[in-house]
């Protein structure tokens, strides 16, 4: 065990279409090689480094690097973020950038769960040659088991406006970043937080969404209302 790691804050990798996705890295301070464990998120990392599956500061000190990555489109990370998009290939680029960095001996596992499950599993499809193992934690058995379950007929409506709740928190902030307005977002956000029946019960369904989002109700909606969309049938 070591007492003295290092911790760097929005380390930027590139995805293959260029575009900059940001991790924090926690590792041993001792200028060696470590085997790797990398989870990815789109709820934030900042607040990911230390939870019921993994410490990323205990992990460090027991030798292991820690790669904690905010998923495309969100928090530190660039690009747009889609409702349901594939994360494979997001996730076959990070292993291998964590496998190629001086500090990894070139053994990358994952962990995480529920969406971070969910992106192990996706990982495991597209098959990157330094990936050892996965540690998904309640996550579907499948990528697309969740809109399997949708398209037989039970829209789990709760499930879904209680995490579009969650994550419309930091599309707000990021709009206000670029100048933008998102007053009518937070509005919405608090809604559901004070209001979530009436979400649920308002018809037609596509307006129980945030207007104010604009085209991406249309994402939005099609996990809702077309929970088996073209993009995910690859997956």
């Known amino acids: 065990m070591t007492t003295s790691i290092r911790i760097d804050h929005d380390v930027p990798m590139q995805t293959r279409d260029?575009?900059?996705?940001?991790?924090?890295v926690f590792r041993p301070d001792d200028g060696?090689?470590?085997?790797?464990?990398l989870t990815r998120t789109p709820y934030g990392k900042h607040g990911y480094f230390h939870n019921d599956f993994v410490s990323a500061i205990a992990a460090a000190r027991e030798g292991f690097a820690v790669v904690i990555q905010?998923?495309?489109g969100r928090f530190a990370s660039d690009g747009d973020y889609v409702p349901g998009i594939p994360e494979g290939?997001?996730?076959?680029?990070?292993v291998e950038w964590v496998a190629s960095q001086p500090w990894c001996d070139g053994a990358v596992g994952m962990y995480g769960a529920s969406y971070g499950g969910r992106v192990q599993w996706e990982a495991a499809i597209a098959q990157p040659p330094s990936l050892r193992a996965i540690a998904p934690g309640i996550a579907d058995a499948s990528p697309i088991n969740w809109s399997e379950r949708q398209l037989k007929g039970a829209v789990m409506l709760e499930d879904t406006l209680s995490w579009l709740a969650m994550?419309?928190?930091?599309?707000?902030a990021r709009t206000e970043a670029g100048g933008g307005d998102a007053s009518a977002l937070r509005a919405w956000t608090a809604?559901?937080?004070?209001?979530?029946d009436g979400?649920?019960?308002?018809?037609?369904?596509?307006?129980?969404?945030?207007?104010?989002?604009?085209?991406?109700?249309?994402?939005?909606?099609?996990?809702?209302?077309?929970?088996?969309?073209?993009?995910?049938?690859?997956?």
């Open 191 to 196: 809604r559901a937080g004070t209001d979530l």
């Open 89 to 94: 290939d997001d996730s076959y680029d990070a």
């Open 32 to 37: 060696g090689r470590h085997p790797a464990l």
């Open 70 to 72: 905010d998923t495309r």
């Open 199 to 235: 979400l649920l019960r308002h018809l037609p369904l596509r307006d129980a969404l945030p207007p104010a989002l604009g085209p991406a109700v249309e994402q939005f909606g099609t996990v809702i209302l077309d929970p088996l969309p073209t993009r995910c049938a690859a997956v």
């Open 167 to 172: 994550m419309v928190v930091d599309i707000a």
């Open 18 to 24: 260029g575009v900059t996705l940001r991790a924090d």
